[in-house]
């Protein structure tokens, strides 16, 4: 629990950031988030925080609109 409240504390700071789900059974996060903040600045703070970003391994690349997914190391 503590690694969640921390993680959407610090979400909440960020400029742009009016969302966040984190499952913890999965160890995913997911950011919903205007313009003002680009995803590079999110993923930044996740990983910051110990949440690294998933890669896709799929052959096509995310879009800069995709959804974006990082992952908690518990």
């Given amino acids: 629990m503590t690694c969640t409240n921390k993680t959407l504390k610090s979400l909440g700071t960020l400029r742009g950031v009016f969302g966040a789900e984190i499952d913890q059974i999965k160890g995913e996060v997911v950011v919903t988030h205007t313009d003002e903040i680009s ?9 910051s925080l110990g949440y690294p970003e998933i890669e896709n391994n799929e052959e096509s690349t995310l879009s800069y609109d995709d959804p974006s997914i990082w992952g908690c190391a518990l």
Avoid: D, F, N, S
């Avoid at 995803?39 to 990983?47: G, P």
């Fill in 39 to 47: 995803r590079k600045e999110i993923a930044e703070m996740l990983l």
